[in-house]
């Protein structure tokens, strides 16, 4: 089974730019669908990106991207807002599968 680990998290100012990687390791990187997500506090785990769609609050200034030669996906990040604050989690599924293999998140802080 695939194991992640992302980086990247930090603090930033609103209007800031940070990259997220999450690096893979012990699977088929190119038999997985990535996306991320992230986890306010007091909310819920919320969808962000993936190859195929981005949520409507991050649509224009995040991207994701992979690089399978370095078994690693990418989240680009800009123009931060404070809403974005939260805990972010790298996800990978086998492409059929129901189940999504987590990594153990990095934090994101977007100050005012």
């Known amino acids: 089974q695939v194991q992640l680990v992302e980086s990247g998290g930090g603090l930033v100012q609103a209007g800031g730019s940070l990259r997220l990687s999450c690096a893979a390791s012990?699977?088929?990187?190119?038999?997985?669908?990535l996306a991320w997500f992230r986890q306010a506090p007091g909310k819920e785990r919320e969808f962000v990106a993936s190859?195929?769609a981005y949520a409507d609050s991050v649509k224009g200034r995040f991207t994701i991207s992979r690089d399978n030669a370095k078994n690693t996906v990418y989240l680009q990040m800009n123009s931060l807002k404070p809403e974005d604050t939260a805990v972010y989690y790298c996800?990978?599924?086998?492409?059929?599968?129901?189940?999504?293999?987590w990594g153990q998140g990095t934090q994101v802080t977007v100050s005012s």
């Open positions: 996800a990978a599924r086998l492409w059929g599968a129901a189940n999504f293999v």
């Open positions: 012990g699977g088929a990187f190119t038999a997985y669908v």
């Open positions: 190859a195929t």
